[in-house]
């Protein structure tokens, strides 16, 4: 096993206090496991509180800050964090306008979270939750009733956010989140399996020469497996399992997802092929991002998600962001 770690029941920590030393603008308790942004809570202001397993980098840590999220709950490598984790992190970002939990569609996130909303209201934290379920490769796969939660995560947490930044009601905030999960919809696709650090080997089998399409962040099962394509075709069958899905009526915002593997010269050249379904397809992108934002530790490969908005939508995603992994406008 090469990883540039110590051992792998650390693993975890080290990258919190790692994390604690590189930006002063949050708070980290490596022990209890939640990072909150520095100046929360912020008065009036609804708070977004997200979380999961570990592995996902710069998922969700990495959106904690202005115009984003108010904390992120790390659980161990590719494990929900715990109600106790979450109700912490609610406690600690309220500013008495609310709570927002921004929630994969996985199964252990899904029951924690609901636990966690109850421990917070029995405090008198009002909480609502926004869950996100944009992969349309499969149904019902391991760790998921229904569609699991991928790219589509980023999309909700920024937009959400900047509502919540503009002090936004939770009512409101709760919406225009809703409203971001059910425009958007994602496919991925895997050149390798990945590696956790308490296994050290590989978490699924893929022969050489062969790719996944419609993989899960954490290696579970797509729709098929087939020899190795070119970028283009695997744009063409990503892509094409979308609009199936979502026959787009507006403009979208795009994200070419690196797994964590795959460099920036694949991502772009891939990127470049996800443009030219699109522009055949006449689905306008009104902005895009690149890039390596919703990982599965060392897989190799991508994942494609599209998001339809409106005027205000865009308005928002454009909005003022300051975090570790997202920032503009300030």
């Known amino acids: 096993m090469r990883m540039l770690i110590n051992v792998p029941e650390t693993v975890v920590a080290d990258a919190l206090r790692g994390m604690a030393a590189a930006y002063p603008d949050l708070t980290v308790d490596v022990e209890n496991r939640v990072i909150v942004r520095r100046d929360a809570p912020v008065a009036g202001q609804v708070a977004l509180v997200s979380g999961g397993g570990s592995g996902h980098e710069p998922l969700h840590g990495g959106f904690v ?5 108010s904390a992120a709950c790390p659980g161990e490598v590719f ?39 109850e421990l917070a209201e029995d405090e008198g934290i009002q909480v609502a939750k926004v869950l996100v379920n944009d992969d349309v490769a499969v149904t019902d796969s391991l760790y998921t009733a229904g569609r699991r939660g991928t790219g589509a995560t980023l999309f909700v947490e920024k937009i959400a956010g900047a509502a919540a930044a503009e002090g936004e009601p939770l009512e409101r905030v709760e919406a225009i989140g809703r409203r971001v999960n059910e425009n958007s919809r994602s496919f991925g696709v895997a050149l390798s399996a990945c590696t956790t650090p308490a296994k050290g080997t590989p978490t699924f089998d893929l022969p050489d020469g062969e790719l996944e399409l419609g993989v899960g962040i954490h290696g579970e099962p797509g729709r098929e497996r087939r020899p190795m394509m070119t970028s283009g075709e695997i744009a063409d069958f990503a892509v094409n399992a979308i609009l199936e899905d979502m026959p787009p009526h507006n403009p979208v915002l795009l994200l070419v997802n690196g797994m964590g593997a795959t460099p920036l010269l694949e991502l772009y050249g ?3 092929e996800v443009q030219r379904v699109l522009a055949e397809r006449g689905v306008a992108v009104a902005r895009t991002l690149v890039g390596n934002y919703v990982t599965s530790l060392d897989m190799a490969g991508a994942s494609v998600t599209l998001c339809q908005i409106d005027e205000e939508l865009l308005r928002l995603w454009d909005a003022p962001v300051r975090t570790p992994a997202l920032r503009w406008g300030m």
């Open 65 to 69: 800050g202005h115009g984003m999220l």
């Open 79 to 117: 494990t929900s964090p715990v109600p106790d984790q979450m109700a912490r992190a609610a406690a600690a970002v309220d500013s008495g306008a609310g709570v927002l939990f921004v929630v994969k569609n996985y199964t252990g996130d899904v029951l924690n979270f609901d636990m966690a909303a």
């Open 270 to 272: 891939f990127h470049a």
